[in-house]
């Protein structure tokens, strides 16, 4: 079982930048995928972006691309978002997940962190 922990987040103007971390631990990542979601009040939950762990393929929403910028560290198991000119429509809360590269589906997540940006 993957156990995720996220940190960072907060409160931001507009045109302003935050980072998200995410701390994995529970087993080995080399054959997972890490990604970034979100959820605005009254919507339903998006894709950001996603990282293969070996290899460190990455892609993005559209919305986000250029902008937000996915990484991980692997000495330290963890997985960043970098978030850069914030819109207030990236308002939302933010969650990491992790799925095995080989399903579809994300099936660990973290306790998720709040993103508000002010216009």
């Known amino acids: 079982q993957v156990h995720l922990v996220q940190s960072g987040g907060g409160l931001v103007q507009a045109g302003g930048s935050l980072r998200l971390s995410c701390a994995a631990s529970?087993?080995?990542?080399?054959?997972?995928?890490m990604g970034w979601f979100r959820q605005a009040p009254g919507k339903e939950r998006e894709f950001v972006a996603q990282i293969i762990w070996s290899g460190g393929v990455t892609n993005y929403a559209d919305s986000v691309k250029g902008r937000f910028t996915i990484s991980r560290d692997s000495a330290k198991n963890t997985v960043y978002l970098q978030m850069n000119s914030l819109k207030p429509e990236d308002t939302a809360v933010y969650y990491c997940a992790a799925r095995v590269v080989s399903t579809r589906g994300y099936d660990s997540w973290g306790q998720g962190t709040q993103v508000t940006v002010s216009s």
């Open positions: 529970g087993r080995s990542f080399s054959s997972y995928a």
